[in-house]
């Protein structure tokens, strides 16, 4: 059954191991998006191990909460989850991106438990948690949809769409999380396409807003019981972050927006995240113990 | 005995009235509508069940990912616009929340074809079936009168997978008795004859059946075929007929390029060479005018079909010999 650890320590731990899991299947795979995937790992642990009821073995559970991945290229940060959740092997991470793994580029709902949506074309998850909230209401269900966006996706106009018509409908059951980490794929978010004042956007909307700091486990966490209070009206939580979180030489660099790491840069980032999980560790730089923690 | 020719209900007006009656057997049935249901004859349902219906506004992508949600959910959402805006507005939508995660959703469009008549190219859809057909597990229907449109509806609730149905503005031909059953992807062989096969969908079926009464009085036998299933395509209807005929016309309200004539002709050169004449769009918008004057401007009547026919045969003589 659900997780739920109220801990923020232990959460943050949890938030620790979804950012290996997700360097070691990115470096296996050669390929894959690790700044848009570091970025969302404390707010995953979050909502995994703390905010979100389901059943793993039991992936369709009708009371289940909902999630949706709506940026859908950060997929390795939500199958770190859901592994670690229990909805499937841990070993079966190691398949990201190849033939025939239910761990596709991008989330195939068809291929993989656990999974609300197919996504991967920016700016469409928010409408699908809206028809899963609608249904909630239709068949008075007690479950919540959270849906979890990017700062670059919310370019798409469909996005705003979706923001309308959920305040139009009263989605109070409809949580949107956004990942602000201020960078798209070219660029920073604001030269590309800036969406400033962010906050005062929604809230013209008509939703309930809450900023917060996207890494401050303590914030996250009162953020979605606040979430849960909130009537009569869709709620968002902006989420400041920073892309590439948690390893030092992939911070706010946003060369690894879409570019894996390396065998020798997996190794480095690994052995970081070593050290944040226990601070006894040796440094690299000093060396030793470093290979066996760098092996994939 | 002639043919006669009485107008029935609009194709939408059908759909809407199967609505209504669906509501009240399925509770799972939901309606999603783009501020265009007094159009799309959905509003009936909406009064109806009011909780099971959904307008969304003039928001055609976002009721596309609404209804995929609702339907990962469990629910069966008829969703309807004008075939022009939901399918070609919202084609990332469907391909991406409803074709790939093969979403039951049911795209029931209306204002199908260039019949839409006075209100121009805009407003009306002529590549719908070309992209529908392109996405993987859809099933593509155009029927051709209330009856059809009714017993489809009907069907398409009890599917699985996703569907687009188109539905017509204007009054259709009564082409059916109203105890005619349907099947998804089996067509309805509506004459029979040796020398010609006409294969329509919509508003054409009936053009077809006026052709082949006036192929008749020439002694020239044309089977009539209502292939209101473009995807499945009914294989064995065409198999027969090509054994038969070997000449084929095909005839639908749509652009020539990737419609039911692009289908019939695939599945002919790969299974049975068949002597082809396609009678659509050839390329090209339409405009404004009465739907019946479009239909003449644009080459989408019995007249058409008959010089399609003329030619199909002269060329199954002069390939014969080959």
């Known amino acids: ?296 | 005995m002639a043919l006669e020719k009485k107008l029935g209900l609009a194709t939408r007006d059908a759909y809407g009235k199967a609505l209504v009656e669906l509501g009240k057997i399925n509770p799972d049935v939901v309606v999603l509508d783009a501020d265009l249901s007094k159009s799309t004859k959905t509003g009936a349902f909406g009064k109806a069940f009011p909780e099971r219906f959904f307008n969304m506004g003039i928001q055609e992508a976002n009721m596309v990912g609404v209804a995929a949600g609702l339907a990962s959910q469990g629910r069966i959402p008829f969703l309807s616009s004008f075939a022009c805006f939901v399918i070609c507005k919202s084609y990332d939508q469907l391909r991406m929340a409803v074709a790939y995660p093969e979403i039951n959703v049911k795209v029931v469009a209306s204002h199908g074809g260039i019949s839409v008549g006075e209100d121009g190219a805009s407003q009306q859809s002529i590549e719908d079936v070309a992209l529908t057909t392109s996405l993987p597990g859809f099933v593509v229907i155009i029927p051709a009168d209330q009856y059809s449109t009714e017993k489809l509806t009907y069907k398409i609730a009890e599917t699985k997978s996703p569907v687009y149905m188109r539905t017509g503005r204007p009054k259709a031909p009564i082409v059916y008795s109203p105890a005619q059953t349907f099947e998804i992807g089996k067509a309805v062989r509506l004459r029979e004859g040796s020398d010609v096969t006409l294969i329509a969908n919509g508003l054409l079926v009936f053009e077809a059946l006026l052709a082949a009464e006036k192929l008749a009085e020439k002694e020239i036998h044309a089977s009539v075929v209502d292939m209101h299933t473009i995807k499945p395509l009914d294989h064995a209807m065409l198999l027969e007929e090509a054994r038969k005929t070997r000449a084929f016309v095909v005839c639908e309200e749509h652009q020539i390029w990737g419609g039911l004539g692009s289908a019939v002709a695939t599945w002919a050169a790969s299974n049975l060479p068949t002597t082809m004449e396609f009678v659509a769009i050839q390329d090209t918008y339409a405009e404004s005018g009465t739907p019946d004057e479009l239909l003449e401007k644009y080459g989408l009547t019995s007249k058409n079909i008959l010089r399609a026919t003329e030619k199909v045969l002269s060329n199954k003589e002069k390939f014969s010999g080959i």
């Open chain 1, 1 to 296: 059954m659900t997780i739920k650890i109220q801990s923020a320590e232990a959460l943050c731990a949890k938030a620790l191991e979804i950012r290996r899991e997700i360097i070691r299947m990115l470096g296996e795979a050669g390929s894959g998006h690790p700044g848009g995937s570091l970025s969302c790992a404390d707010i995953l642990a979050a909502l995994y191990f703390n905010a979100m009821n389901y059943d793993p073995k039991n992936p369709k559970w009708e009371d289940r909460d909902r999630f949706i991945l709506s940026k859908g290229h950060g997929a390795p940060a939500l199958y770190a989850a859901l592994a670690l959740a229990g909805f499937f092997a841990k070993e079966m991470l190691l398949t990201l991106r190849k033939l025939g793994s239910p761990l596709q580029g991008h989330p195939d709902m068809r291929r993989l438990p656990g999974l609300e949506a197919s996504t991967g074309s920016l700016g469409q998850g928010l409408s699908i948690g809206v028809g899963c909230a609608l249904n909630q209401r239709l068949m008075k269900k007690n479950y919540r949809t959270f849906v979890l966006l990017s700062d670059g996706e919310i370019n798409e106009g469909q996005t705003w769409e979706a923001v309308a018509s959920a305040a139009h409908f009263k989605l109070d059951s409809l949580t949107a999380i956004l990942d602000y980490n201020k960078f798209q794929l070219d660029d920073s978010t604001k030269k590309i396409l800036d969406f400033e004042p962010m906050a005062d956007k929604w809230r013209a909307f008509n939703w309930a807003v809450r900023e917060i700091d996207g890494h401050n486990m303590k914030e996250i966490v009162e953020a979605l019981a606040w979430a849960k209070q909130v009537k009569n009206q869709p709620s968002i939580i902006i989420a400041h972050t920073v892309k590439g979180k948690g390893v030092s030489f992939m911070e706010n660099n946003n060369e690894f927006h879409g570019v894996a790491p390396t065998r020798e840069e997996t190794a480095k980032a690994l052995a970081e995240l070593a050290r944040a999980a226990s601070p006894g560790l040796p440094d690299p730089a000093a060396g030793g113990g470093l290979n066996k923690l760098g092996e994939k």
